[in-house]
């Protein structure tokens, strides 16, 4: 852009007649100027992209004209880990045609560099949160958090059981559809990938007694309960294997996950169904109002969870073919969905608790909704990016839920 205006002055006062078109991407100028705002703040600029692109070699060039220690890589095997261990701060960019799910391979590699700055307690909670992030355990005990509410916003006394089913079968589909779909994950989460390919027999052989332990409870709870997870648990092992032949529909919908937007509202729906659903029907065998009010929040909760989940995870999602919320509708538009479910949460939970369709607790769960719109924000403005602290983040509001419900409770 610097370059351009000097010509573009050069050629008003040599040739004023000349007719200048400015065709510069804006995307790249954008850059270049955010660049130059990041390099003031930080110690180290790395920048990620194609060494034959010339706007990459420019924001380079830029960084390195700021006086700041600056690295043109293409991919996270390229760090010099040496040489940034001195900045205490990082700024990271890339060029305009660099695809995201590179950018983000660089951040979560960058992410643990500075892990081994922080103190070993900090050290050691962030091995936790990967851990348990990566084992799919926090995400079924959210699960079990989501429960305990949905029963106590019921009024069902009777929550253990429940709570321990979803915990087993939140912990075993998404293992098992993590292991029999892990194609995109090569892309979003390579770290996630590469942990499944170490370990396939081990989550295999958790997810398969996880799944069996909670059938068996249901099935001690009653036949209905248990002809209800069966069949869930049948949809949910479907969801990544091709159900029809190749020679009826060709290239058609064979799997459930062919269908646009399957995978966050098949989601969204068996989380609803096994927290708050589920738990009713064993206790009373018939659905009242509280049940369909409490299931759509459940729902709309985990639909915004995975839906921004699938929003970070666009790229690589579309390279192997995935057809998710964010790649139907866009970033903004799925954002801004997002944004309005979780208002709508909160009103349905105000106004529920209010006329006593469910316990006061909604009172106090509308918590939930305000922190995850909250990150959507963060995320949104550049606060948060995506990595190991951010998921960690968004799993934590289910925990938050069971939190507020054990004071409530007690209280």
């Known amino acids: 852009m610097e370059f351009f205006e000097e010509v573009k ?63 043109h890589i293409e991919s996270e095997n390229e760090l ?48 936790i949160q990967r851990s348990l992030l990566l084992t799919n355990i926090y995400v079924a005990l959210g699960a079990g958090c989501l429960c305990y509410s949905c029963t106590m916003l019921q009024g069902i006394n009777n929550y253990f059981p429940h709570v321990l089913i979803s915990i087993l079968y ?27 390919r170490k370990h396939n027999g081990f989550l295999a052989a958790l997810a398969t007694i ?34 029809v032949p190749e020679s009826l529909l060709g290239n058609g919908y064979r799997r459930i996950r062919d269908i646009p ?12 169904i096994v927290t ?32 921004f989940f699938d929003t970070l995870d666009m790229q690589g999602d579309r390279i192997v073919g995935k057809a998710t919320i964010p790649i139907l509708l866009g970033e903004k538009r799925t954002m801004c969905l997002l944004k309005i479910l979780s208002t709508v949460i909160l009103v349905v939970l105000l106004l529920s608790s209010t006329f006593q369709f469910i316990s006061t607790l909604g009172f106090l769960l509308a918590i939930c909704p305000v922190f995850t719109f909250v990150i959507l924000l963060a995320y949104e403005r550049g606060y948060m990016l995506p990595g190991i602290r951010l998921e960690f983040l968004v799993e934590t509001h289910f925990i938050i839920a069971g939190i507020i419900t054990i004071i409530w409770s007690v209280v």
């Open 9 to 71: 002055k050069w050629a008003n006062k040599k040739f004023p007649h000349y007719k200048i078109c400015n065709t510069i991407c804006d995307s790249t100028a954008k850059r270049q100027a955010e660049v130059k705002r990041l390099a003031k703040s930080v110690d180290a600029v790395i920048v990620v992209g194609g060494y034959n692109s010339g706007n990459t070699r420019r924001l380079v060039e830029i960084a390195r004209k700021a006086g700041k220690s600056s690295y």
């Open 80 to 127: 010099d880990l040496k040489a940034l261990a001195s900045a205490k701060y990082i700024g990271l960019t890339a060029g305009a045609s660099t695809p995201n799910w590179i950018t983000k391979r660089v951040y979560r590699t960058l992410e643990s560099l500075f892990l081994k700055k922080e103190q070993r307690w900090r050290r050691t909670f962030f091995s």
């Open 170 to 196: 939140v912990l075993s589909m998404h293992i098992l559809n993590n292991l029999i779909g892990s194609k995109a994950d090569q892309y979003n989460d390579p770290a996630r990938a590469a942990f499944y």
């Open 210 to 243: 996880a799944g069996s332990v909670g059938l068996i409870i249901a099935y001690l709870m009653g036949i209905t309960p248990f002809l209800i997870l069966f069949f869930m648990s049948v949809l949910g092992l479907s969801y990544n294997i091709r159900l």
């Open 261 to 272: 937007g399957s995978k966050t509202v098949l989601i969204a729906a068996a989380w609803g």
């Open 276 to 307: 708050s659903i589920f738990p009713a029907f064993s206790v009373s065998d018939s659905i009242n109002v509280s049940a369909v009010i409490v299931f759509f929040l459940s729902a709309c909760m985990v639909f915004v969870r995975t839906a």
